[in-house]
């Protein structure tokens, strides 16, 4: 049994050194402590070691286990302190006291992340959509399941044309159209801007864009739109990015979610950033509510799907440090052109 534990012990060291990101430490946290682990396992087969040995067995394995335990946790904070360092690195591409160049043009924030964004669902079979930023009452709240007088309008008061049309709140006032346009099976992501009568400040400004998404098909789950998210932020932040979802209402969804990914600056451990929560709150989304497909003209008992609200002027903020969302509208060459080289 020595002989074992010690081939334990240095496959696990030569494994360690492998795992480089949270994905691969936790497996191995899996693989070895797990239920079924491999050092599980020596325990349990202690039963079977003759009674003079037991004690010695016993432990060298309870050594090997805290080995392991303390080799993980160190890895895991390597793991976290090397994207810590990344962060602080691409957070500091940002400084609003370099010259201008102008030399040659820039793309704004917004459209970086909206066209790796437009790239990153492409490749997973989702058209992209343009629509209208003027639309009627009826495609920004009745077709999606937010009837006239229906409280949730409060939170999305905008500004209205003399015509009784109005500026868009948020890309769901495209769900409609986009689903008549294509029926079921449907895959489509429309970025937008959309409008708020909204006081500003740091963090809230009238004007702002958002990417929705919509996937509908046969037997669409939640564990889908989990997939999803999880597989594109981690793109879209270039490393392990981890979700969880809250329960959170829009009468458009059902159930609605409010999806959070692990705080970008502490990896989940709290800080100022994330009001030492562990996480930061990025995208509303959920499986659409049987009303929503109806009025889309899908039948609501053969397709399901679910639709998010990604805020791109959000994702902008935290993928390039902005602090103040305000200097993204102001055209102020100094602040925004500092982006071109993305
Ligand atoms: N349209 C919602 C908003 O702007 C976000 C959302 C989109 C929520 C899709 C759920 C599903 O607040």
């Known amino acids: 049994m020595k002989e074992q534990i010690e081939a334990l012990r240095q496959r696990f060291e030569s494994e360690l050194q492998a795992a480089q990101n949270s994905d691969a430490v936790e497996k191995l946290r899996v693989a070895y402590l797990g239920k079924k682990g491999s050092v599980t396992d020596l325990l349990k087969g202690l039963k079977a070691v003759a009674g003079d040995q037991k004690k010695e067995m016993g432990q060298l394995i309870n050594q090997l286990k805290h080995q392991v335990e303390e080799g993980i946790a160190q890895q895991v904070e390597a793991i976290r302190a090397a994207e810590e360092e990344r962060l602080i690195a691409s957070a500091e591409q940002y400084d609003v006291t370099l010259p201008v160049d102008q030399s040659e043009g820039s793309y704004h924030p917004i459209t970086l992340v909206q066209r790796q964004l437009e790239e990153i669902f492409s490749s997973m079979g989702f058209?992209?959509?343009?629509?209208?930023?003027?639309?009627?009452?009826?495609?920004?709240?009745?077709?999606?399941?937010?009837?006239?007088?229906?409280?949730?309008?409060?939170?999305?008061?905008?500004?209205?044309?003399?015509?009784?049309?109005?500026?868009?709140?948020?890309?769901?006032?495209?769900?409609?159209?986009?689903?008549?346009?294509?029926?079921?099976?449907?895959?489509?992501?429309f970025p937008g801007r959309c409008f708020r009568n909204e006081s500003t400040d740091a963090c809230h400004e009238n004007t702002f864009f958002q990417m929705e998404g919509l996937m509908i098909d046969k037997d669409i789950s939640i564990s889908n739109l989990i997939y999803f998210m999880k597989t594109m932020l981690s793109e879209v932040f270039e490393r392990d990015i981890t979700v969880r979802l809250r329960p959170g209402f829009f009468p458009f969804v059902e159930p609605g979610f409010e999806l959070d990914i692990s705080c970008l600056i502490c990896g989940g451990e709290g800080c100022p950033s994330c009001k030492n929560s562990g996480w930061l709150e990025l995208c509303p989304c959920g499986m659409i509510h049987?009303?929503?497909?109806?009025?889309?003209?899908?039948?609501?008992?053969?397709?399901?799907?679910?639709?998010?609200?990604?805020?791109?002027?959000?994702?902008?903020?935290?993928?390039y440090g902005i602090k103040d969302i305000r200097d993204l509208n102001s055209g102020n060459l100094k602040a925004l052109s500092q982006f071109k080289h993305e």
């Open 127 to 189: 058209t992209i959509e343009d629509y209208k930023e003027i639309v009627t009452d009826y495609e920004c709240f009745e077709a999606v399941n937010i009837p006239k007088h229906h409280p949730a309008r409060d939170m999305q008061d905008t500004y209205y044309l003399s015509n009784g049309q109005l500026l868009k709140t948020h890309t769901s006032a495209a769900q409609n159209a986009i689903m008549r346009k294509y029926g079921a099976p449907l895959r489509a992501v």
């Open 290 to 319: 049987p009303n929503v497909l109806k009025m889309g003209g899908i039948d609501p008992e053969e397709y399901t799907g679910f639709a998010f609200g990604l805020g791109l002027t959000r994702l902008a903020m935290m993928k």
